[in-house]
């Protein structure tokens, strides 16, 4: 079972460049989430979607788009990156029912430069 | 107050004590609970969640108490293993925000 996927694992970028980070989940999950994470800062949710055609800020919403047109996919867009964009992100899904686990794909290390 | 809040630690435990942390949360309309357990420059990963009734897996204790608004995780006769940061996660069925507390991190000492 594949479980969530992220691409790519790393990636630099310089100021000003815009990139699409993939996450694609094979679970048939309703709701999907990009976090960041930062030293010393925990995991700070970004967006999030309940399901397809339907999508939410989380606390740190500015720089970034995303959109859910199939329920699989749910890529994160940096429109144009800057330094302080430099972090781990994470995609995770979970079904939208009391007490159901969220799984994690294995980060991106991002850097900007 | 912050949605969710840990002490970040660290908790320096030698091997084989007990070691408790704590969470506490803002929204007492949450519904659902977690902890989660990440290890060095790894995704998290589901510990246990957390049930009313406070629930048991083996060494580990998961607790929430309602009326303060603060759940629990206890490891007992700890191990090297249990090394890790530990996340609290709070579930807001209401607009369905899935929120993470910054995380307790545990050394195990030999």
């Known amino acids: 079972n594949a479980g969530v996927t992220q691409t790519p694992k790393f990636q630099v970028l310089k100021t000003g460049q815009s990139m699409t980070l993939q996450c694609a989940q094979d679970m048939n999950h309703e709701y999907m989430s990009w976090y960041r994470q930062d030293p010393g800062m925990g995991l700070r949710l970004i967006h999030y979607s309940v399901g397809a055609g339907i999508t939410d800020q989380g606390e740190v919403p500015n720089g970034y788009n995303v959109s859910r047109s199939t329920t699989e996919d749910f890529p994160l867009r940096l429109l144009s990156a800057a330094p302080s964009q430099t972090s781990v992100y994470f995609c995770a899904s979970s079904r939208v029912t009391e007490q159901s686990e969220a799984f994690f794909g294995q980060g991106t290390r991002l850097t900007v430069v | 107050r912050k949605e969710v809040e840990q002490d970040p630690g660290p908790f320096n435990v030698p091997e084989g004590a007990t070691v408790a942390f704590n969470c506490t949360y803002s929204n007492s309309a949450s519904q659902s609970f977690f902890w989660y357990r990440q290890d060095c420059r790894k995704e998290p990963k589901l510990l246990m969640s957390?049930?009313?009734s406070g629930n048991e897996d083996g060494r580990f204790t998961a607790q929430l108490n309602r009326a303060s608004q603060y759940i629990s995780l206890l490891i007992r006769d700890s191990k090297l293993s249990d090394s890790a940061t530990y996340l609290c996660v709070v579930n807001m069925n209401r607009d369905d925000k899935i929120i993470f507390g910054k995380g307790t991190r545990l050394h195990i000492l030999p």
């Open positions: 957390v049930y009313s």
